[in-house]
């Protein structure tokens, strides 16, 4: 199911589910909300999500999302993959990746695996990547034993 607009055209406190099924389940789609639509409230999709309007509340995708050139963004926002290109606030929490275009921007925290910050974007937030296989700074404990001098080491027999 695609959401496309080429007129002036106003969603408001709906619910939007885009999930497109058929009989083998949910099918490789993708969805566009154009450049003149605007959506308040919540937005679900089982499928590739491109913004070009305006969304402002809550977008959960199960797979990326795509903030276009002239899309804008104020939601929370939990999807597989996060690509900005416009302009986004609000906070992020993504399985896999988020990344900011060069013109991209983004006003908020970002809790994933992967942040790419392109040269030009801006970003202004925090960042938690817990979830990556280093172990964080505040558990690290360096050997603290005093350094030996390799002439007063002993040699292995």
């Known amino acids: 199911m695609a959401i496309i607009s080429d007129k002036k ?16 389940g949910i099918s490789e789609s993708k969805s566009v909300i154009g450049n003149t ?9 089982d499928e590739e999500v491109t913004i070009e ?21 104020n939601a ?3 999807a597989r993959e996060v690509v900005i290109q416009g302009k986004a606030e609000g ?15 983004f006003l ?6 992967k942040l790419i910050i392109k040269e030009g974007a801006i970003f202004k937030g925090n960042v938690n990547m817990e979830d990556s ?19 007063e080491k002993k040699p292995d027999k």
């Open 91 to 105: 906070n992020i929490t993504a399985t896999e990746r988020v990344e900011i275009f060069a013109n991209g921007e």
């Open 37 to 45: 639509l605007s959506i308040n409230g919540d937005l679900q999709a």
């Open 76 to 78: 929370d926002i939990k």
């Open 133 to 151: 296989p280093r172990t964080p700074f505040s558990t690290f404990k360096p050997d603290m034993s005093p350094a030996v001098p390799i002439s």
């Open 9 to 24: 055209n106003n969603v408001s406190d709906r619910n939007l589910n885009m999930s497109t099924r058929s009989s083998g």
């Open 53 to 73: 309007g305006k969304v402002k509340g809550t977008i959960k995708v199960s797979s990326l999302l795509i903030i276009g050139h002239q899309g804008y963004v």
């Open 108 to 113: 908020g925290d970002v809790n994933s695996k």
